[in-house]
């Protein structure tokens, strides 16, 4: 397989789990944000900035999913934004569970798992699309 067929094997593979993670997070988000009190009260004590956050970054995955689809460089750039912001995110969370704020435990997972998909995304992204081989 040439260097070039693997970059496309495993940017197609990122581009389609950023996509799906995309759909399910705005799925998901949407269905608490908008579904009525039942839906509020299945999740519990959710922190609305997170909410909020992850429901709008659910758009940028499927954004940047397509663009890698299209292995465009600016989708790479995208990637690593939203690892960045999600970690922003995430140490704005820890902050708020520190000073004693309502929380659910599942976000601490849920968090955990955006975080790391996403730099493991950002990372394949960079190599793949954005580094220069120097010979």
């Given at each position: 397989m040439t260097t070039h067929k693997q970059r496309s094997v495993w940017v197609r593979v990122i581009s389609l789990v950023a996509v799906g993670f995309g759909l399910l997070t705005i799925k998901e988000g949407g269905t608490v944000l908008f579904?009525?009190?039942?839906?509020?009260?299945s999740a519990g004590?959710?922190?609305?900035?997170v909410l909020w956050f992850n429901f709008v970054a659910g758009f940028a995955?499927?954004?940047?999913?397509?663009?890698?689809?299209?292995?465009?460089?600016?989708?790479?750039l995208l990637a690593v934004a939203i690892v960045a912001a999600t970690a922003l995110t995430f140490a704005?969370?820890?902050v708020h569970v520190?000073?004693?704020?309502a929380y659910e435990p599942r976000t601490v997972i849920a968090m955990s798992l955006r975080?790391?998909?996403?730099?493991?995304i950002a990372a394949v992204a960079w190599r793949q699309l954005l580094r220069r081989r120097v010979i």
């Open positions: 579904g009525g009190e039942a839906a509020r009260a004590n959710y922190v609305p900035f995955y499927v954004i940047a999913g397509a663009g890698l689809w299209m292995q465009q460089r600016w989708a790479a704005a969370f820890g520190y000073f004693g704020g975080t790391l998909v996403w730099a493991v």
